[in-house]
Nanobody, 121 residues
Framework: HVQLVESGGGAVQVGGSLTLTCVVS????????LSWFRQVPGKEREFVSG???????AFADSVKGRFTFSQDNAKNTVYLQMNNLKPEDTAKYYC????????????????WGLGTQVTVS
């Protein structure tokens, strides 16, 4: 079983910073990609940041220049450093694993963490 556990959320004032952590367990031999999404009630879950398969880092336009994405493969962990936070960054943040192609008979399978709440005010 693959599990993703997010942490680091909380309340922060406008202009402050937070770093979110996602720990992934249950690794297998499959290739996969990790990314961060966020969601507020009544809206669709939206992409925030992640490392593309070509090695580049992608960011949503709304967070470019403020957020950074990093990973520590030895610890099976990825991070989202959020700086200069704005009220519109308030959301529940989720870590996502997307398998690349087939993995144990399942193609492009997606796993989600349960999320961590970030409130900026």
């Amino acid at each position: 079983h693959v599990q993703l556990v997010e942490s680091g959320g909380g309340a922060v004032q406008v202009g402050g910073s937070l770093t979110l952590t996602c720990v992934v367990s249950g690794y297998n031999s499959c290739t996969y990609h990790l990314s961060w999404f966020r969601q507020v009630p009544g809206k669709e879950r939206e992409f925030v940041s992640g490392i593309e398969d070509d090695g580049t880092t992608a960011f949503a336009d709304s967070v470019k220049g403020r957020f950074t994405f990093s990973q520590d493969n030895a610890k099976n962990t990825v991070y989202l450093q959020m700086n200069n936070l704005k009220p519109e960054d308030t959301a529940k943040y989720y870590c996502k694993r997307t398998d690349a192609g087939y993995c144990y008979g399942r193609k492009n399978y997606v796993y989600w963490g349960l999320g961590t709440q970030v409130t900026v005010s």
